[in-house]
T-cell receptor, first 113, second 112 residues
Framework: ELKVEQNPLFLSMQEGKNYTIYCNYS?????LYWYRQDPGKSLESLFV?????AVKQEGRLMASLDTKARLSTLHITAAVHDLSATYFC?????????????FGKGTHLIIQP | DAEITQSPRHKITETGRQVTLACHQT?????MFWYRQDLGHGLRLIHY???????NKGEVSDGYSVSRSNTEDLPLTLESAASSQTSVYFC???????????FGPGTRLLVL
C-alpha cells in the first residue's frame, strides 16, 4: 500500500525567501503529482513528474523527482504572497490497476510580506 | 470550454437519508474519480471508473456507491448518510494513463 508523507505540514515564511517542501513515498510510484489548493477552492494541477530525475519549473516553483530515494521536492524561489496556499503531492501505486491518487496530507504555506 | 462540474455545491442532510452527488465532465475523459477531503487526512479515494459500466472501489468506499451509464457522468450515492460522511467531496477526471487528473469545484456535505 502506497503511503505519501509530506513535510513540513505547516510553513510560515517571509517574502523573498527560498524554501523546499518534501514528499516521501513508501513504495514504487508510477508518477508523482503536485497540486495547489487555495482556501475553499478546488485543486489545481501544478506538475506531473513521470521519471527519475524529472525536473519541472513554472515561475517560482520547481519540482523534482528521485525515484531511487522515493522523494519529490517542491522548491519555492523568492517567495511572494500569492504563493500562499496548501500544496499536495500525490502518487500512484505501480501496477495497482488503478489511477487513483494517494495524497499526502498537504503543506499549508503562508507567505508573509 | 470543457470543464468538470459538481452539484450541489453545498448540501445539508440528515442521518439515514440517501444522498446523491452529481459529477459531470465535458472533456470526454474515460477515467473519473471521487475523493473526500477531511482535515488531517488530505484527500482519499472513494471510487473510480475507467469507462462506461466500469466501477471500482477505492480506499474508503464503505457506505458509498457509484454508477457509470455514460462517459460524462459519475454520480456518487451515499446509501444511508452518516455523520462520519460529513466532508468535502471532489470529483476528478483524466484522459487516462499518466495524464493529469482535473478536479471539480467540490461539494460540501453536512450530515446532521
Amino acid at each position: 500500500e502506497l503511503k505519501v508523507e509530506q513535510n513540513p505540514l505547516f510553513l510560515s515564511m517571509q517574502e523573498g525567501k527560498n524554501y523546499t517542501i518534501y514528499c516521501n513515498y513508501s513504495t514504487t510510484s508510477d508518477r508523482l503529482y503536485w497540486y495547489r489548493q487555495d482556501p475553499g477552492k478546488s485543486l489545481e494541477s501544478l506538475f506531473v513528474l513521470l521519471s527519475n530525475g524529472a525536473v519541472k519549473q513554472e515561475g517560482r516553483l520547481m519540482a523534482s523527482l528521485d525515484t531511487k530515494a522515493r522523494l519529490s521536492t517542491l522548491h519555492i524561489t523568492a517567495a511572494v504572497h500569492d504563493l500562499s496556499a496548501t500544496y499536495f503531492c500525490a502518487g500512484v501505486t505501480l501496477g495497482g490497476g488503478a489511477d487513483g491518487l494517494t495524497f499526502g496530507k498537504g503543506t499549508h504555506l503562508i507567505i508573509q510580506p | 470550454d470543457a470543464e468538470i462540474t459538481q452539484s450541489p455545491r453545498h448540501k445539508i442532510t440528515e442521518t439515514g437519508r440517501q444522498v446523491t452527488l452529481a459529477c459531470h465532465q465535458t472533456w470526454n475523459h474515460n477515467n473519473m474519480f471521487w475523493y473526500r477531503q477531511d482535515l488531517g487526512h488530505g484527500l482519499r479515494l472513494i471510487h473510480y471508473s475507467y469507462g462506461v459500466q466500469d466501477t471500482n472501489k477505492g480506499e474508503v468506499s464503505d457506505g458509498y456507491s457509484v454508477s457509470r451509464s455514460n462517459t460524462e457522468d459519475l454520480p456518487l450515492t451515499l446509501e444511508s448518510a452518516a455523520s462520519s460522511q460529513t466532508s468535502v467531496y471532489f470529483c476528478a477526471s483524466s484522459r487516462g494513463g499518466k495524464e493529469t487528473q482535473y478536479f471539480g469545484p467540490g461539494t460540501r456535505l453536512l450530515v446532521l
